[in-house]
């Protein structure tokens, strides 16, 4: 009923940028909040960052003053701009929404694929 399509990852040197953009389609009434996650092999999957239906958002540590999460309502996208990248950043970054949809009444989580960032040294 809701696909999450991610685009934008890829390898990129040490410093550089990427932008990742997440679509959500399908039996949308309403998205609340979006964000992405990240999973580094051997590691836990860990919150990057995260926008509310609003323009609220909130980053991890680890990223703040490099990340930029934003979303575009009329698309059903969000977007992670990440400059300042680093090997420590290397992950599969998902992206999540919490999405009401016309057939099931109560909001619940959608998870995309998962697109691969590559930092290297």
């Known amino acids: 009923q809701v696909q999450l399509v991610e685009s934008g990852g890829g390898l990129v040197q040490d410093g550089g940028s990427l932008r990742l953009s997440c679509a959500a389609s399908?039996?949308?009434?309403?998205?609340?909040?979006m964000g992405w996650y990240r999973q580094a092999p051997g590691k836990q999957r860990e919150l990057v960052a995260i926008i509310t239906g609003g323009v609220s958002t909130n980053y991890a540590d680890s990223v703040k003053g490099r990340f930029t999460i934003s979303r575009d309502n009329a698309k059903n996208t969000v977007y992670l701009q990440m400059n300042s990248l680093k090997p420590e950043d290397t992950a599969v970054y998902y992206c999540?929404?919490?999405?009401?949809?016309?057939?099931?009444?109560?909001?619940?989580?959608?998870w995309g694929q998962g697109t691969q960032v590559t930092v290297s040294s």
């Open positions: 999540n929404a919490v999405i009401r949809t016309w057939v099931v009444t109560r909001s619940q989580h959608y």
């Open positions: 399908g039996s949308i009434f309403s998205i609340n909040a």
